[in-house]
């Protein structure tokens, strides 16, 4: 069962990320700040839930929230300044853009660069833990499948509606037979024998 929150004295965010692991496309970032009594039963770490359940717990969450946002940084910064930059910088736009300014960060994983003077803490599977750190991985999922899923159409020989960019075996062999798009992260090992940075996440 999820934490409704970290500690009870400050207004807390929880902040998470979704398509490091992605040979194409952009890094989404999310910010929630939840109610503290806010729950809902179909709430989880994104990986752990089903599409449909995702996209409902979408809308409830941005009916329910008492701020969210979201950013991304696409595939030619991710190239230019690597993705763990480009993952906190997604994170650091998505908090600047929040209506209510948090008092404490709850980040998922076990690296951040701070933002400001807010006080942060990681947390490794944050996502399977604290209910605002899941949040914001169900908004970051969701705005990127439907980012990926748009981009299908301009490429749909790459299977981007399925596999959202992730390296499937799917995914690569279009990359052999049809080469990369300007969507693909050059800087990252694109071909099978070559590759070494596998997707951490379910699509």
Known sequence: MLLPY???????????????GCLAGPVFAAAVILP???????????????????????????????????????NEEIDRINILKA???????????LSLQPQMLLIDGNRFHPYGNIPHTCVVQ???????????????KTYRDEYMQRLHEQFPHYGW??????????????????GDTPYHRRTFRLLPDQLSLEGDEKW
Do not use: W
Request: a negative charge; glycine letters at 6%; proline letters at 2%.
């Open 6 to 20: 970290y500690q009870d004295a400050l207004t807390e965010a929880g902040c998470d990320e979704a398509g490091r």
């Open 36 to 74: 503290r009594d806010f729950h809902h039963p179909l709430l989880n770490d994104s990986k752990q839930t089903k599409v449909c359940d995702r996209d409902t717990l979408r809308m409830v969450i941005e009916a329910e929230a008492i701020a969210f946002a979201v950013a991304s940084i696409d």
């Open 87 to 97: 993952s906190f910088k997604a994170m650091h736009e998505a908090l600047a853009r």
């Open 126 to 140: 944050g996502d399977g833990k604290y209910a605002s750190i899941a949040a914001a991985s169900i908004l970051a």
């Open 161 to 178: 509606k399925e596999n959202k960019g992730y390296p499937t075996r799917f995914h690569r062999d279009a990359i052999r037979q049809h």
